[in-house]
């Protein structure tokens, strides 16, 4: 293993750990839908592992940014460390346009489904750019897309 794959997996297992976006034991991520803001969550598994998430995603009133992410879930590290990765991300900008959440799935998912020919840029994806490596491995491709489906999901809902 090379230095850089070496520092991606530890930056992975590092998110799995400490996650960020994560909401504390007891509460939902599916919390405050009811109250007519324009929040959603959406639940997705990878019956194949067995990964679940359960994803929240708070837009502004106008529905142009997205506000907040937030997520509750088990599963391997790289599930884990996606979700984590996703909301650092979101957490990092503030507000992030919705449009541009919305090509960052779509980049993500290009990436992942490379089969490691396009690598995951750090300048655009963060940490998230460690999970490049994955797109090698067919079986762990649904590990990392989980949280970015559900994200996905939940945006449209919302």
Request: proline content about 3%; some cysteine; hydrophobic content about 40%.
């Amino acid at each position: 293993m090379n230095g850089l794959e070496s520092l991606y997996q530890e930056l992975i297992l590092d998110h799995s750990k400490r996650p960020h976006g994560k909401v504390a034991a007891g509460e939902s991520a599916a919390a405050d839908e009811a109250d007519g803001s324009r929040v959603a969550s959406s639940y997705q598994r990878n019956p194949i592992c067995g990964d679940e998430i359960t994803l929240r995603v708070r837009l502004s009133d106008d529905g142009t940014t997205v506000d907040e992410v937030t997520w509750d879930g088990a599963g391997c590290s790289i599930s884990q460390a996606s979700a984590s990765m996703l909301a650092a991300l979101i957490e990092e900008e503030g507000r992030m346009p919705r449009a541009e959440a919305s090509a960052l799935v779509d980049g993500f998912r290009v990436a992942l489904r490379s089969r490691g020919e396009i690598p995951l840029d750090e300048e655009v994806f963060g940490d998230a750019a460690a999970l490049s490596g994955v797109s090698k491995f067919t079986a762990r491709v649904k590990c990392a897309m989980l949280a970015w489906v559900a994200f996905e999901d939940a945006a449209a809902r919302a």
